[in-house]
């Protein structure tokens, strides 16, 4: 069960992320990934619990590849916090196909949470793991259904 409450975007593939093979191009999971990890984080608090003197940093990404996309369609991306340790935080991704509700890939990101002036891991503030929880989005609630 997620931790978090569930954070979705939806938009229209670009052309731009469009490979050789004619369907989107795995780096660009990666960076939407990325993205709406960064949106979700600042838009329930995060960056203004972390403060200035820590960060977040990428440990690993994992990423199933289930079906293509193409340029034209709309996905949507959702996100969650799946997991709270000491120094790290899993978050998991999930793309859907708006047109036949199918996934078309499913991912996780190991972040790190770090000192910004000695990149050295640091224990993760209760101030920052609390907006995670989702008692303190307002009136928001997990999207259960949305198990990796």
Known sequence: ??????????FII?????????????????QWMQDIAVEHYSSIGGVAAQGPDATW??????IEYLLPAFAGEE????????????VRSLRKYEFVRKSDGKVLVKGETDWVFV????????????EVAKVFTPSALSGASPKSTLAL
């Open 1 to 10: 069960m997620p931790l978090s409450s569930t954070y979705t975007k939806k």
């Open 14 to 30: 670009p052309k731009s992320s469009i490979d050789e093979n004619g369907h989107v191009n795995n780096v660009a999971y990666v």
């Open 57 to 62: 940093v990428v440990r690993e990404h994992k």
């Open 75 to 86: 996905i949507e991306v959702c996100t969650w916090i799946e997991n709270i340790r000491r």
């Open 115 to 126: 000192d910004v002036k000695t990149g050295s891991p640091r224990a993760i503030p209760e």
